[in-house]
């Protein structure tokens, strides 16, 4: 029975798809973000403009919340730049104090019954050595410097004080729609396309070695949620979550050439954290041209650039070492949903042409 979901970090990635599966599952849905969720438009909901890192304002917000049953967590504080922040000592300590924040006033308050906690497969310690292949949601904790650690075993023990169940999800690079966030591929790819066909050059690869990678569309992350909401099978429990199949980029780059209608060339590395913001101008240009919707390049990026030059292994002349994920888990649980992950890049990439957030095929 559908009753009152709290998505904290409604404006994000997962947090906005997860509010529209959310609603069309029948569910009621309070949006909590700083920023109106641009992608919730048109849709019945309530918006909560709050800030999770001030615990006063979350305990005044709590005592309105007392009708919400379950919460999906997707907020993220991260720092400029992004990588160098995931082991910084501030970074780990102000995530962990903002689920504290939240889930502490909430508990009391509210007949919370399940939450959804996401975390990401940097669970399995890959930016400190080589992952196990693949990686299982029961093999032993990796210990090293990240908040996922600090936000789990507050809601393992938050969940058994207050009696409420939880599920974990560690979805594995994941693709939406959704621009100025911190890692999201298809508008900084998009971005790069249009630019580089303004000035006359091919959408040339800009990354290093190759990296064969996972990938999961966040609607495939958002109809996870409503299942772990009140599966049985869910309850307590960690889950990879993927589109079910690998990708190689350079694979997948003429199919979003085709996409973006433009020609792919040579490869031509090149640090797309650099680039891009040393081409605000010819990105503004675009917008002129096209009548796109005004919105500064920065903006558009949030900090996604720096996590295409990742991504994209730049600079590297080795392939790294493979982070590949089991996902037989949460198939023998009982959600088996998969994906395209070509068809979803391109399906985001046409997205944000249609919204005027990117230019129209040539």
Not at 108 to 132: D, W
Not at 138 to 162: C, G, I, M, T
Not at 328 to 355: H, P, V, Y
């Amino acid at each position: 029975m559908p009753g009152t979901v709290l998505i904290a970090g409604a404006s994000g990635l997962v947090g906005s798809a997860a509010a529209i599966a959310f609603m069309d599952a029948g569910w009621d849905v309070v949006a909590l973000s700083r920023r109106q969720p641009e992608l919730l438009e048109g849709r019945s909901y309530r918006h909560l403009p709050l800030d999770l890192q001030d615990p006063g304002a979350c305990k005044a917000a709590a005592a309105e919340l007392t009708g919400v049953t379950h919460v999906v967590y997707t907020a993220v504080y991260e720092l400029p730049g992004l990588i160098a922040g995931w082991s910084d000592p501030h970074q780990i300590e102000t995530n962990g104090q903002m689920i504290r924040n939240l889930l502490e006033p909430l508990s009391a308050a509210a007949s919370l019954q399940h939450v959804n906690l996401l975390q990401g497969t940097k669970a399995y310690g890959a930016m400190v050595a080589p992952m196990r292949i693949p990686a299982r949601e029961d093999q032993p904790r990796v210990v090293h410097p990240n908040f996922y650690w600090l936000q789990e075993d507050y809601l393992r023990e938050k969940s058994a004080s207050a009696g409420f169940s939880f599920t974990i999800l560690r979805p594995q690079l994941i693709v939406g729609p959704n621009h100025g966030v911190v890692m999201n591929l298809p508008p900084v790819i998009g971005i790069y396309a249009a630019i580089r066909r303004a000035e006359g050059q091919p959408f040339s690869f800009p990354g290093g070695a190759e990296w064969v990678w996972e990938a999961v569309d966040t609607r495939l992350v958002a109809n996870a949620c409503v299942w772990a909401a009140d599966a049985p099978a869910a309850a307590g429990e960690t889950f990879n979550l993927t589109n079910g199949e690998v990708f190689s980029w350079r694979d997948m780059w003429p199919a979003m050439a085709g996409t973006l209608g433009v020609e792919t060339g040579p490869e031509t590395p090149v640090s797309l954290a650099e680039y891009l913001p040393a081409k605000e101008g010819v990105w503004r240009q675009v917008v002129k041209r096209h009548g796109l919707r005004d919105i500064a390049m920065a903006d558009l990026l949030g900090e996604s650039h720096y996590y295409a030059d990742m991504c994209f292994s730049y600079g590297l002349t080795e392939p790294p070492a493979p982070t590949y994920v089991s996902t037989i888990k949460i198939k023998q649980a009982g959600f088996t949903e998969t994906c395209n992950t070509e068809e979803s890049f391109c399906f985001w990439l046409q997205d944000l042409m249609a919204r005027k957030i990117l230019p129209p095929a040539a």
